[in-house]
Every structure is written in C-alpha cells, then in structure tokens.
C-alpha cells in the first residue's frame, strides 16, 4: 500500500536537518514511501500519513521519536491504520 509522508518543519529554526533525518529513517524501512517536507510555521515540525496528523511539535514541543514514526508507516505499508505517536525523542537535559 502506497504512504504519503508530509513535514512541515520550521526553517528558520533549522529543523529542516531532522526532516531529513526521517525521511532517511522513512526510506530504510519503507522504500516506496513518499515524504515531502516544506517549511512552514516558527517552531513546527508537524507529520502527516495519508493526509492524517500523526504528532505535533507545536502541541509537545518535542520531536518525534523518529524510529516509532518509521514503524508505524512500515505498518500503514501493510494495510494497518494510521496510528498517532506519542513516543518523543530523549532529551539531554544537564542542571547547573
């Protein structure tokens, strides 16, 4: 089954590097997948699937954890719905 992969990341943020990280992730897994990535509001990075938002990191301020998007689509490659993720990526956060 054909997947659509839309990102809306913002460039002046520079996320347009983890859009690309991704899509890298996206075509190891799946590679008839189509991804697209345009750059769009201040602080967004925003995944759709077949038209269906997935995760937001306007809503999380977060970016996905992007081997569970990755999975996911595998899934929605075999037939599977379209699920939304809630994995976020690992934050290194250092206290002073």
Do not use: W
Not at 11 to 39: D, R, W, Y
Not at 59 to 87: C, E, H, N, R, W
Request: hydrophobic share 40%.
């Amino acid at each position: 089954m054909d997947v659509k992969v839309d990102v809306e990341y913002c460039g002046s943020c520079g996320h347009q590097k983890q859009f690309f990280q991704l899509a890298e992730e996206i075509k190891k897994n799946v590679p008839n997948a189509t991804v697209a990535g345009t750059a769009g509001r201040q602080a967004s990075f925003e995944v759709q699937v077949n038209d269906e938002l997935v995760y937001s990191k306007l809503q999380t301020l977060a970016f996905p954890d992007f081997v569970a998007v990755a999975d996911m689509i595998k899934d929605v490659s075999t037939g599977k719905p379209v699920k939304k993720i809630d994995q976020q990526q690992a934050v290194d956060c250092i206290l002073l």
